[in-house]
């Protein structure tokens, strides 16, 4: 098999555009004689950066991964003792997608190595020690069928296409083109849902991985998605979650809405085997991120103050005269101005949040002198992408 280059490359600068800064939350899952309702949110992920892709170890245990030291590693949430641990520490490279293999203790991830090489690894649950799985194919996204099948899509000619591997034979098969995400094994069934792409809308298809039959579902509303025990299918469109049931239903209906700004764009979303509770993954809130950097910049800590800005950052004066471009020279300047002013410290006097922008009155204190500004952010895909001062 031929996979060209660009398409490696569509796909790793997919995965670096997806790395905003983001949150893991979780929920219960309440049945009230069929009506189902979500309680108890939390955030299990605890960083500032990229915190992504959560699947269902167990009933106690959600795996996703998680940015450390500038690379993705898989964290591991412990819900009892609301603890977070991780797995793995690969100097390498960096890792997505964990899910628990069928049958075993340990998980498999895709790999993205500092060389360029992207596969499919097997880890050892207690060592975070890694193993090859499928060797000849650029996995991208994935599931398990039982304990020797995979579900995946498979990066080839600047697209992805999915195939079904068996690890035992080492023999993969190819069954539908351009597929999206999201692969996951119908409840009560012996079938795999995907998302075909081949046309303007997407469509919910199922697959058979042992005949390749395949048969069209719904048209969907988004790339992502899970299945609930009762058959149904939860799809996040940015603040709101719509549920569907093939058996019954002719639309997809509002599940749950949300008002907390912290969960206004939510992408990834599962839950456990039975159906008791739901992880999302939703992009950090502007005021959020705004409230990182000030924070940082009050604590002086260059690292975490630049961690909050986009590799483009571009600062301006108002109205429109550029300052500084880039992360380089905003890191030499302001870890400059940190060290020389001691006494450097910003209050806040008000702030307005309006959309992905976040306007500061601001009372700063340098060197002995005091004076107001206001900051005007602009927030992308988690973090600043643009500051406007205005003196």
Known sequence: MKVILNGFFLFFSMLLISQSASKVHLFDIANNNGSLTLNNSKTISHNSGYNNQPSFYNDNNIIFVSTRDKQTDIAKYN???????????????????????????????????????????????????STVLIKDLVVAYYTWYNDHTIVSSVIEDATLNLYVTDTKTKKSIKYASNVGRSFHNIPNSNLVSFISKENEKFVIKSLDPLTGAIQTITETLSEDMCWLINGSILIPVKNTIYKYDPKKDKNFSVFKTFTDDNLQNITRITSNQISTMLALVSDVSPEDIVQKQLDAYNARDIDAFIATYTNNIKLYNFPETLRSEGEEPMRKSYASYFKNTPDLNCRLLKRMVIGNKVIDHEFITANGNTFKAIAIYEVENGLISKVTFIR
Request: proline letters at 6%; glycine letters at 8%; aromatic letters at 10%.
């Open 79 to 129: 819900i009892r003792d609301a603890s977070v641990s991780f797995i793995n520490a690969t100097p390498t490279g960096g890792e997505y997608s964990p899910i628990k293999i069928p049958n075993s203790k340990n998980i498999s991830a895709v790999r993205l190595d500092n060389n360029g090489k992207q596969r499919l690894y097997k880890y050892n649950f207690k060592t975070g020690e």
